[in-house]
């Protein structure tokens, strides 16, 4: 699989976009990029995935760059409760089971 | 709340004891995981089903740990002659087998080996 590299932390102004990057240099073509994140006290929560188009849903918004090199997850409008740790994996869709968790990037919403 | 539940919330007990934990996944999927979580820590993987069998066992941590799918449906987790290191947050998770990697988390057992 796939390494990936997140910033260890970041801040964001509530109701401002919080762009969160994923740099994975390495991935290979038929590797996808999955979001999840983890509120304290709770599991983690899936969030979003793709392959190489954008893509949306009600949480969030996903972009991934042409050369599929870095994402980025995009909460367009923050609030409090977006305040956790986001964990982008790299894995090949149906190619096994276990989800590989690394340091992620703790989200702190200011208000 | 996804669905998954986990039982106990918090278990304390001493070194030596056995523990067990129970999941209880979503009840339309097929595939279940159980994950460690040690402090300041990523979730780590150590073990799945699908359907009463256990496909993946090599990443338990020792052989004082084993777990159990008898019927397809809820899990168990038992750790034996507990040591202080397996204190942590044991999660289980589950998925529906065509997207293993959308997994829905139960909210954990909290483990503490005094």
């Known amino acids: 699989d796939a390494k990936t590299t997140q910033p260890p932390s970041m801040d964001c102004a509530e109701g401002r976009a919080a762009n969160l990057p994923c740099n994975h240099s390495?991935?290979?073509?038929?590797?996808?990029v999955y979001w999840y994140r983890q509120i304290h006290s709770q599991g983690p929560q899936y969030i979003i995935h793709?392959?190489?188009n954008n893509e949306t849903n009600e949480m969030a918004s996903l972009i991934i760059t042409e050369d599929r090199k870095s994402s980025t997850l995009i909460l367009p409008h923050a609030t409090l409760r977006d305040t956790a740790v986001y964990y982008c994996?790299?894995?090949?869709?149906?190619?096994?089971?276990?989800?590989?968790f690394g340091g992620g990037t703790r989200l702190m919403v200011k208000p | 709340d996804t669905g998954v539940s986990q039982d106990p919330r918090h278990k304390i007990t001493k070194r030596g004891q056995n523990v067990t934990f129970r999941c209880d996944p979503i009840?339309?999927?097929?595939?279940l995981y159980w994950y460690r979580q040690t402090l300041g820590q990523g979730p780590e993987f150590l073990t799945y089903?699908?359907?009463?069998?256990?496909?993946?066992k090599s990443r338990l941590l020792s052989d004082r740990f084993s777990a159990e799918r008898p019927k397809g449906s809820f899990s168990t987790l038992e750790i034996q002659r507990t040591e202080q290191g397996d204190s942590a947050m044991y999660l289980c998770?589950?998925?529906?087998?065509?997207?293993?990697?959308?997994?829905?988390f139960g909210p954990g057992t909290r483990l503490t080996v005094t």
């Open positions: 998770a589950s998925s529906l087998s065509g997207t293993p990697y959308e997994q829905y």
């Open positions: 390495t991935i290979s073509g038929n590797e996808y």
């Open positions: 793709g392959l190489k």
């Open positions: 994996i790299v894995r090949v869709a149906n190619a096994g089971n276990m989800l590989t």
């Open positions: 009840s339309e999927h097929n595939r």
């Open positions: 089903f699908q359907n009463e069998a256990q496909l993946e």
